[in-house]
C-alpha cells in the first residue's frame, strides 16, 4: 500500500473509534522485537545460567567420583616420586577428556534432533550456529576445569604411606 493511503486510512481508523492505534507492520515487528529482548531473553539468560550450574555439578561429581575412586593408585603414584604437579595434570586431563567426550556426544545428538525436530513440532525452530558451537565447547572445557578442582585438592592431602596400609 502507498505510505500516503497508509497514513490517512490509519488516521481515518483512529477518529472513527477512539483508543484505536494504527501501526504499520514495521513498527508491529520493532515492538514486538523489544518485547521479546526485553521479557524473554533475560528469562533465557537465567535457564541458561541454570543449565551451566547444572552441568558443573554432574561434571563435577562425576569427576570427583572418578578421582575419589582411584585415589589408591593416585597414593601409589605418589609414593613412586609423582609429584602433586603432575596429580593435577592426570586429573585435569581426566576431567578435559570427559567433557570433550560429553560435548562430542551432545553435539552429535543436537545435530541428529536438528534433521528431525520440525517433523515432529513444525513450530519449534532449530538453528545451529557454528559461533554457538564454540561457545558451548568453551562453557565445557570451563567446567571441566571447574569439576576438576575439587578432587585435585584432595589428591594433595594423600599420603603416599597410607596406599600401602592393609
Do not use: C
Not at 589408591?72 to 613412586?80: H, M, Y
Not at 558451537?133 to 597410607?162: C, E, N, W
Amino acid at each position: 500500500m502507498d505510505p500516503a493511503k497508509r497514513n490517512e486510512r490509519a488516521a481515518q481508523l483512529e477518529s472513527a473509534q477512539p483508543g484505536i492505534v494504527a501501526i504499520t507492520g514495521e513498527d508491529f515487528a520493532e515492538a514486538t522485537r523489544e518485547r521479546v529482548l526485553g521479557d524473554v531473553i533475560p528469562i533465557l539468560l537465567v535457564v541458561l545460567v541454570l543449565a551451566f550450574i547444572v552441568g558443573l555439578a554432574v561434571a563435577g561429581l562425576t569427576i570427583y567420583t572418578a578421582t575419589v575412586e582411584k585415589s589408591r593408585e593416585f597414593g601409589i603414584l605418589k609414593a613412586v616420586g609423582f609429584t602433586n604437579a603432575h596429580l593435577y595434570r592426570l586429573v585435569f586431563e581426566q576431567s578435559f577428556v570427559t567433557a570433550i567426550f560429553g560435548f562430542a556426544v551432545g553435539m552429535g545428538l543436537t545435530l541428529v534432533a536438528t534433521l528431525f525436530a520440525t517433523d515432529f513440532v513444525p513450530q519449534f525452530v532449530l538453528l545451529v550456529r557454528w559461533q554457538d558451537v564454540f561457545i558451548v565447547a568453551g562453557a565445557t572445557v570451563l567446567m571441566a576445569l571447574l569439576a576438576g578442582y575439587v578432587p585435585v585438592r584432595r589428591l594433595a592431602a594423600i599420603d603416599p604411606t597410607s596406599v600401602f596400609k592393609a
